[in-house]
């Protein structure tokens, strides 16, 4: 409840034809390629942000989300799961980045990433890469956590370029849905998938 009939036809053709289909209809839809698709559960992004003991939120503009009643007036903010959660649901006035709440809680967690050095500490990067599996959808170009943290990079750059068009999906079907990673190819199948690089392949 609470998609816009076009999104919820969108969600539709995710459903059945996967993440690579839907990406074929957006470029129609809107006349322009798609480089890259990253998909953002909300509802599992809290435990992604459990997983880094919490992370940095980043606004230019004030955010409510209108299921908690919790607010974050433009600044930064230190978030939890739950947190995370709540403010990548929230709304806002539009913001000269054009980036939407998922967006920053997202771009927060990349950062938090790096800071701590995940990368490096294979423990942490096992524990972190398993939430982010079950968080994040990606195309194989995004498919592992230090190309997401690249990217954050180039998306945060002044002048890289990169435009971002963020589109609300409800949630997928539970039953036959595709498998979340690849572009729906089994994790196995998938290279650079994050499932990949939490086993050190």
Not at 100 to 114: A, K, M, N, S, T
């Amino acid at each position: 409840s609470g998609t816009a009939p076009g999104h919820s036809r969108l969600g539709g053709i995710r459903d059945t034809g996967g993440p690579a289909c839907l990406a074929r209809a957006v470029e129609e839809v809107v006349g322009e390629r798609m480089d890259h698709y990253l998909e953002v559960d909300v509802e599992r992004l809290g435990a992604l942000v459990d997983a880094l003991e919490g992370v940095e939120l980043r606004t230019p503009v004030d955010l409510r989300d209108p299921a908690s009643g919790r607010e974050w007036p433009a600044g930064t903010h230190r978030l939890d799961g739950t947190g995370a959660t709540a403010a990548a649901r929230s709304v806002g006035e539009p913001a000269e980045d054009g980036l939407e709440p998922p967006q920053r809680v997202l771009l927060g967690v990349l950062r938090e990433i790096e800071r701590r050095g995940v990368l490096s500490n294979p423990a942490a990067l096992y524990r972190v890469a398993e939430a982010a599996t079950d968080a994040l959808t990606t195309d194989k170009g995004l498919g592992s956590i230090t190309e997401l943290v690249r990217f954050a990079k180039e998306l945060g750059s002044a002048g890289s370029g990169l435009r971002v068009r963020a589109l609300p999906l409800p949630a997928p079907e539970p039953a036959g849905a595709p498998d979340r990673n690849g572009y729906g190819e089994a994790p196995g199948d998938a290279p650079n998938s994050a499932r990949e690089e939490r086993e050190g392949r």
